[in-house]
């Protein structure tokens, strides 16, 4: 019998023995893949890391916190050394080793996602011995602890074995083993994954999170299901057919808190929304301009940001659930970016329409919007809803509206003249923003994530500086330069931060996380 079909049969007996604590939950998308060093995408990352773990995480209230790493210290400028947790087990029941650590780091590094960027920051990872692993970078990297919360372990045997020792190559569309596949040391074990359609999970009794006392929660098995109307969603909740919804409509929200049967948490999101522009192609894509890129053109994009109403966004389309920003961070507060820098261009559409003019362009031009409909809070209806601003200035925008997996596929094709991006997650630092985001893209893994592939070589080197500087104050002041120049050049339109919403059935209870991750393993069901 193959160890699928032993987790099949388990998940069956858990269901058919406690159908109560089988906690079913559903979100308007899927995961793109469970692959975990294919696709950066924040809900992908949420549905492997179940099965998969980090050296190092954030705990319920998003503070770092050891997983697979107990320990760690920096030896030297460019050298720290992580001990690792003794006694951990794959779930094949192969032991977790060093070994594991530093394959994993080199897989990432073959990814064509910002995964690539994130094992590269991390350097050389060396073992020392079964427990002991060494990480060189060749300069320092004074946030190496957070860096490596961006990797998921794999087993380097499982990988070996199945043939993937590479990453899946997601924006090919290629299929692989591990892009259907998981086999890690977490909480969870992947019994199926159907995209688009369900996944099943159940829980893994010999995850070593059991015996710190980890597990807080009464769910034995996990049903994730995607569906995209929110209508149907919110019916299946109220009918009992799901127990958690992680994204309601915003404006179902408020008669959801006067439902007896109903329980909403919310809270703000480590996560910014952002328009970007294509400024490197010389011919606009999806534009009726031929032989001419506007957008390379800053008063081109300071029209388009200053035709944004972000009060009406906030108001109208999020119904109260934003806090707009000029600062494209996740966390401006958590990065330490002053006070003084959250500031944005006035809501001028007569100004919009001068700059147009100026430019060469008195009487606008068209373009497409491309925006996932499936990813972001209200992602369409706000790109909707901006074509509508910019028509009041003279611009012909078509919005293009398509399911997250093709849409990332694309984007990471640098196939947009416009588009829209969110960023964030548990990690706040800037860096984890400013060098896949908004640096020129290189060999590296820089800019895997600047899908508008524009190059600002002050920009870059701030950026660059900041990444290695080990004076925190000096640090700060890099990273302080690098956003005013984002600012000052309208390299991005940044729009707001996202409040997020959950809702579960009354009784349920589940803690709300400011990077939107929902931790199962704490879930208490009636």
Known sequence: MTFRAILLILALTMAAAAPARTFRWSSQGDASTVDPHAQNENFTNAITGLVYEYLVSYDKKVRLTPQLATSWKITTPTTWVFQLRRGVKFQDGSPFTADDVVFSFERAKLSGSTFKLYSNQAGTARRIDDYTVEFTTAAPNPILPITVTNILIMSKRWC??????????????????????????????????????????????????????????NVDAIEYRPIVNPATRMAALRSGELDFVQDPSVQDVPGMKRDPSLKVWEGSEFRFIMIG????????????????????????RLALYEAIDVEALKTQVMRGLSIPTGIPLPSPKGAGVPDALERRYPFDPAASRRLLAEAGYPSGFGFTLHCPNDRYVNDERICIALASMWAKVGLNVRVEAMPKTQYFQQAEKLQFAAFMLGWGG??????????????????????????????????????????????MSKRQEHIDRAIAIIQAEVLVLPLHRQVIPWVSRAGVEVIHRANNTLMPETVKMP
């Open 426 to 471: 548990g990690n706040q630092d800037a860096l984890n923003t400013l060098k896949p985001v908004m640096h020129s893209r290189n060999a590296q893994g820089a800019g895997d994530g600047n899908y508008g592939n524009f190059t600002n070589v002050a920009l870059d080197r701030e950026i660059d500086a900041a990444e290695i500087e080990m004076d």
């Open 160 to 217: 070996e074995k199945h043939g993937v020792t590479r990453p899946q190559d997601f924006m090919n569309k290629e299929e692989t083993y591990s892009s259907r596949n998981a086999m890690g040391t977490g909480p969870y074990r992947l019994v199926s994954y159907e995209a688009g359609v369900k996944t099943l999970l159940v829980k893994n009794p010999e995850w070593w999170g059991i015996g710190e006392g980890l597990y807080e929660g």
């Open 277 to 300: 522009l294509d400024q490197a192609h010389d011919e606009l894509v999806y534009s009726d301009l031929k032989g001419r890129n506007p957008f390379k053109d800053r008063r081109v």
